[in-house]
């Protein structure tokens, strides 16, 4: 097992893809099981404070320590079965989310969760509960873990299997490897019903694994996952259609989005029923155009849609597209249509690039970077948009908007120039986060909260949910070692 103790050495784990900095004294990268049993124990043992790392492409802070040491999950990196014919993979929590995508499409299968950012670890994704664009038909990660071993924060390892473990009640019993009984009061508070990443997964008779699903390693540290698989699509569609107005474009997606989900209840494949559905404002469009010069001068918004289509089925899910589009005045001359692979893969580039530039943005400025990760419910979310665009213009701080507005999900990023508009883009993004419990939402619906977002946890839930919360981490971890700062602040595991 590699040691670093040269501050000089580790300089990328003190720091996130938001910029997110801290300090540690050493970084440890075990390359098994037994040892990262090893260090939690000596670690538990002598009260120091543990960090899980992953591939640092969250935005949360919430792999970034803030003092003690750090555990790399580097080395846990195999992919240990496939098995194409019960539709599960077993693997280690570095394995990368592009080499396993990539290794799947090979043998005809199919992973959904598809966080934009596809260098993270799938243990990163698992720990925050990541979701990507193909959530909007299919659901976060959650949706797939089907097991999981963690190891606890005294060491002990629990192996989890989906349907075998589960709450009487609020009342939770875990049995380790080696025997140790465990229990739990899980919280009683509810979530918001939108896409959600905001704190501990707790439900009336909830399943165990759930509750390690999204702790943000708080309660544990995985070190296997068991994930569900589905059949290879036979094809995708995918589309970019750009609207003169945003009045247009968001008539199109919410026409789009309810016919997607009336085809998804009623099973019906051969018509709109989309996979993705996201949006660009005019400011975003005007960000990538330098490396996108087929962006229209004109545009002031864009919708991208993708679906999965079969050869029986393609003819049929275009025409009710090019239906939808006529039926909003889609301009098709200038629509980007992709049906090669090579096609698809423009596209991608052209959704993923927005946050990479966002991101290289603020690292490039050393700003921390301030961009909303908020959904609120389908109802509210067109008042709740151009709110948010009108108080973003209002400051006069660059800013550009886009998101799954599929599941009423919006990411706006402020681009401050100096510490005058960082300071007042914090206290707009607080207005921001503000405005969707108002009505109903989430401050984060797919980041998860670490250590930068936790303040606006408190505010959607509450000071007596949050101790809830303190009070089940107390419970696996009276040493309080592991994930301290991430979720809540550390004041709320005292007495």
Known sequence: MIIKTNPDEFENFVIDAS????NCEAVYFPESVDEVVSIVKEANTNKTKVT????GTGLTGARVPQNGIVIATDKLNKILEINPTEFYA????????SDFQKELKQQNLFYPPDPTETNCYIGGTVATNASGAKTFKYGPTRDYVIGLQVVLPDGEVI???RGKQKAIGYD???TTQSGKNISLQIPDYTFPAVKNASGYFVKKDMDAIDLFIGSEGTLGIITKIKLKLL???EDTISCVLFFEDETTALNFLEEARDKSYQNKKNNINDNINAL??????????????????AIPENAQAAIWFEQESTSDSFDTILEAWNNLMQTHNVNEETAWFAFSDADKEKIKDFRHAISWKVNEYVARNNFRKLGTDVAVPDTSFREFYFTLQNWAKQSNIDFVSYGHFGNSHIHLNF????????NEGKKLYKQICEEAVRLGGTISAEHGIGKAKRDYLLMMYGEANIRKMAALKKSLDPNLILGIGNIFDEKFLGQ
Do not use: C, M, T, Y
């Open 19 to 22: 910029n997110f900095k801290g």
């Open 52 to 55: 899980i790392a992953g591939n």
């Open 90 to 97: 077993l693997i280690e929590p570095a394995v990368l989310l």
């Open 159 to 161: 192996d989890l299997e």
């Open 172 to 174: 939770l019993s875990l």
């Open 231 to 233: 059949p290879q699509p």
């Open 276 to 293: 993705a559905l996201e949006f660009f404002d005019e400011r975003a469009l005007k960000f990538l155009a330098k490396d996108f010069s």
């Open 415 to 422: 681009l401050p120039k100096n510490d005058d508009e960082f």
